[in-house]
């Protein structure tokens, strides 16, 4: 807690309605509708052109993510999305269980290993969520890339949401809701125990949080199982809301399946991912970087 979050300038303070319509109004004005206004054509993401690095840091800075596509296509080198990541300030990485030593994960079908017990590394789909909503609050997930090595013979698309504009959802129906998704005991992730052992104790936290820079963050997953929302009922109508939101058609929500070289640069904004099916010559492989730092725009 610091003063920063109580500024009354901060668009994000609930407090603050004339802060709040202002910066909606600027950030609603020519908001993209289409996943294509998304895209920029890069050569090589491991040295952008300026004028590639300006497109996609515009992007971001409207809604808080961008795809690139490269003609890396099917190169497997993990140094193209650290680059691509360190040329926009991606620096700090998570070395979350399941990263390799370099901190990037590769997300595939893993067969047999403990993996196999965690959704990420199976076929099957994953419910809307933020990357990290389990992590410690000082270890909180604040960019994410994805990069594409090789699609599935089928599936795996990702449906995108930028968090702002949830938030924006969620404050015109009734700010009260904000309120409740602010509190500290808004959603609580149960501790992780396999054999006995605890990996990882309960944890409470919002959903909504400003940052000391000013910007908002997101906690959230759509899962019903592994996660207590607190009972107060401001906060379950406004997780329906939001659940409504998701799985509604509006035109705020991007999808995408990504191609061998292309990828996902983002403030760690809310996503899903589709089922898949893999075959002999179609093995979907994906490498998620995750960071404590957002994008530098
Ligand atoms: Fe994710």
């Known amino acids: 807690m610091t003063a920063r979050k109580y500024e009354m300038s901060n668009p994000f303070n609930p407090d603050n309605d004339t802060a709040y319509q202002a910066w909606r109004e ?97 076929n099957r789909p994953i419910h809307w969520h933020t990357d990290g909503y389990y992590n410690l609050p000082e270890r909180q997930i604040h960019g994410l890339l994805l990069h594409c090595v090789s699609a599935a013979a089928s599936g795996g698309e990702n449906a995108l949401l930028d968090h702002e504009i949830a938030y924006i959802h969620l404050r015109d129906k009734n700010p009260e809701y904000i309120r409740a998704l602010m509190a500290p005991d808004a959603m609580t992730i149960p501790p992780n125990n396999e054999n006995g052992e605890q990996l990882r104790p309960a944890r409470s936290g919002p959903v909504f949080s400003i940052l000391e820079d000013g910007n908002l963050h997101m906690r959230y997953t759509a899962r019903t199982r592994s996660i207590e929302w607190s009972p107060d009922p401001l906060t379950q109508a406004a997780v329906k809301t939001l659940e409504t939101f998701l799985e509604s058609s509006s035109p705020y929500i991007y999808r995408a399946t990504l191609q061998p070289g292309q990828g996902l640069i983002s403030n760690n904004v809310l996503h899903d991912r589709s089922g898949f099916d893999d075959d002999s010559e179609h093995t979907r492989q994906l490498y998620r970087l995750r960071y404590y730092q957002r994008i530098k725009v």
């Open 26 to 122: 600027y950030k609603l004005e020519h908001y993209p509708e289409r996943v294509e206004d998304l895209i920029v054509e890069v050569n090589d993401p491991r040295q952008l052109t300026k004028a590639e690095h300006e497109a996609i840091q515009n992007r971001c800075r409207k809604t808080n993510m961008a795809i690139y596509a490269s003609s890396t296509g099917s190169d497997p080198d993990k140094a193209i999305p650290r680059s691509l990541g360190k040329q926009f300030g991606l620096t700090e990485l998570d070395y979350n269980m399941g990263a390799d030593d370099d901190g990037v994960t590769s997300l595939q079908v893993v067969e047999g290993k403990w993996r196999s017990g965690y959704i990420p590394y199976t």
